[in-house]
């Protein structure tokens, strides 16, 4: 059974510019969820992603935006970099419903913006 | 801010207990949880506890809920090194997310 594979690990964008982030969910599941930690904060829900439609969203603004493919592999695009989007993202994976270990988390992105 | 409450900093001697404490919000969480992060890695799952629970007991954890006011706790016996880490709580106000505190960091002296 694999886990959640996120790449890259780690990347540095110069604001304004635009980044795709990538996730493989783990074998079984379905439903891939994003998080923001920013340094020194708790994850932050941005969106979830079922059946390759946006299933829930964060208080986040439309700059950030995903997708789902039928892998049910996930992309985290975010357009007008700013230096505040500076963070960990993490990838989750499970199943619509999960039960109490039903989240399975990669390792994260470590997104720097100058 | 932060719908789920912790305090910042733990500091312990290594073989003694470790208690960290949370509060959450939302009555309608199914499970709590409690992860645990080491610096520069993701978040993996300790252990989780179901609403209608008081206690759960896994090894060297110890998980209590306090319905009534909202309160989670997670007791680490015999603290060892390699749980120096960020300890987050986190409750699930819906079935598509989680929302967690923003961590503990506990250190684990000699």
């Known amino acids: 059974e694999t886990g959640v594979t996120q790449s890259p690990t780690h990347l540095i964008k110069t604001r304004g510019q635009q980044v795709t982030l990538r996730c493989s969910s783990q074998?079984?599941?379905?439903?891939v969820s994003w998080y923001q930690q920013a340094l020194g904060q708790g994850p932050q829900f941005i969106f979830q992603y079922y059946r390759e439609e946006e299933n829930g969203r964060g208080n986040f603004p439309p700059r950030f935006s995903g997708l789902q493919f039928p892998n049910y592999s996930s992309e985290l695009n975010v357009n007008a970099l700013e230096l505040d989007d500076s963070a960990l993202y993490l990838c989750?994976?499970?199943?619509?419903?999960?039960?109490?270990?039903?989240?399975?988390f990669g390792s994260g992105t470590r997104l720097t913006v100058v | 801010g932060e719908d789920v409450e912790q305090s910042l900093f733990l500091s312990v001697r290594e073989g003694d207990s470790s208690v960290i404490n949370c509060t959450y919000t939302d009555s309608s969480s199914t499970y709590l949880y409690w992860y645990k992060q080491e610096p520069g890695a993701g978040l993996q799952l300790l252990t989780y506890i179901f609403s209608n629970m008081d206690m759960k007991q896994d090894q060297r954890l110890t998980v209590l809920l306090n319905k009534k006011d909202k309160h989670l706790s997670l007791r680490i016996a015999d603290t060892q090194t390699g749980d120096s880490a960020i300890y987050f709580c986190a409750e699930s106000p819906d079935d598509y997310k989680l929302s967690f505190g923003a961590g503990t960091t506990v250190t684990v002296r000699a």
């Open positions: 989750a994976s499970s199943l619509p419903v999960p039960q109490g270990n039903g989240y399975t």
């Open positions: 074998s079984g599941h379905n439903t």
